[in-house]
């Protein structure tokens, strides 16, 4: 959900069973995507995330390892809502709300990120190879790998307005047309227009290894909790997230053992631009529960953050687990940026 108005204003191996498709016609055949463009992107380094104090590394059970100022002359690029990342980190794939991807190849100094090299982008595609031109039909803002590789595998890719989760191939040639979507529960037809699938995630250990699991970017229950769905044996089933703060939804991702991270959003003129990870037990993630999950980090305007809105996992070298945000700058590159921030995660408490 863009956020640029009120800005202005205020100046794996193999899967269970897939969840059920929609009964949409889908194609016999994937077709190819679109010859992929070239585009330049220049990337500035991030050394520290707080500003206040740059020598500061640690924060919680997380350990700054650096980011990146992202800026391109394509006037295509921006919007990033959504990425995924190869288990080594190195290839990159994004999706914009105004209907396009990216990928390239993420180069690293040490632990460190330092550019974004051979990058490519196209658009992405309607059933049949057909070019989507209507904002309602490309606004894709949510992303996971549900299985294979970014070099040859398959997508889900939640969009929102026309609300749906497609199931897209992805090969050397970037992401081609999708196969078909997702069923979705008839709650998800009380989703708002602009806050719908902001977090699409595939459960990749533990009991639920494999399920497919979904939050809306804004959609409160009786109690003024998040609504969500975890499809089990192909059937979607509704759960909810506690609602801290009044923050939204803008993404999750598993860890290996199949426990959920969840990037959380808030923004208001008063009070600037906030984000927030929660980190909910494998165990938990079951049919009727209210989740809450444990804050691992929670920051504001005093951090190198922005409109945080897409969120990765990968492995480092060394089997530690790497965490990746970036942000959607909402093509606002006045007042906005895009970021691409990485966090090494401990797996215990650690001190500021």
């Known amino acids: 959900m863009a956020i640029a108005t009120l800005l202005a204003a205020a100046l794996l191996p193999t899967l269970p069973t897939l969840p059920a498709r929609s009964q949409q016609p889908s194609a016999p055949s994937a077709p190819q995507p679109p010859q992929a463009t070239p585009i330049e992107i220049h990337a500035r380094t991030i050394d520290r995330f707080f500003r206040a104090q740059p020598e500061q590394q640690r924060f ?30 190195r290839r990159l794939v994004a999706v914009s709300d105004e209907g396009t991807w990216l990928s390239g190849d993420l180069a690293y100094e040490d632990t460190r990120p330092s550019e974004l090299t051979g990058a490519v982008f196209g658009p992405l595609l309607g059933l049949r190879g057909r070019r989507l031109d209507r904002k309602r039909d490309l606004d894709a803002e949510s992303m996971a790998v549900l299985d294979g590789t970014l ?35 008839p709650q998800a037809r009380h989703m708002r227009s602009n806050g719908g699938l902001e977090a699409v995630a595939v459960i990749r250990g533990g009991p639920n290894r494999g399920a497919v699991i979904a939050f809306a970017e804004r959609l409160l229950d009786g109690q003024g909790n998040h609504t969500g769905w975890i499809w089990l044996q192909g059937n979607p089933h509704r759960l909810s997230l506690r609602n801290i703060g009044d923050f939204d939804i803008t993404d999750a991702a598993s860890l290996p053992d199949g426990s959920l991270l969840v990037l959380e959003r808030f923004f208001r003129i008063s009070e600037g631009v906030k984000m927030r990870l929660r980190l909910i037990k494998a165990a938990n993630l079951q049919p009727g529960a209210l989740l809450d999950g444990e804050v691992l980090l929670e920051a504001d305007g005093r951090y190198e953050i922005d409109n945080m809105e897409g ?18 700058n909402n093509f606002n590159t006045f007042l906005q940026r895009t970021l691409l921030l990485q966090f090494e995660l401990a797996p215990t408490a650690g001190k500021d």
């Open 60 to 89: 919680g059970r997380l350990r700054f390892r650096g980011g990146l100022v992202l800026t391109s002359p394509a006037t295509e690029f921006g919007g990033y809502s959504a990425i995924a990342l190869a288990p080594n980190g």
């Open 311 to 328: 969120l990765a996992v990968h492995q480092g070298a060394r089997g530690e687990t790497v965490l990746t945000i970036v942000s959607d």
């Open 151 to 185: 070099d040859r595998g398959t997508l889900l890719i939640g969009l929102e307005r026309n609300h749906r989760i497609g199931i897209f191939p992805i090969g050397p040639q970037g992401i081609a047309a999708p196969t078909g979507f997702l069923r979705l529960p």
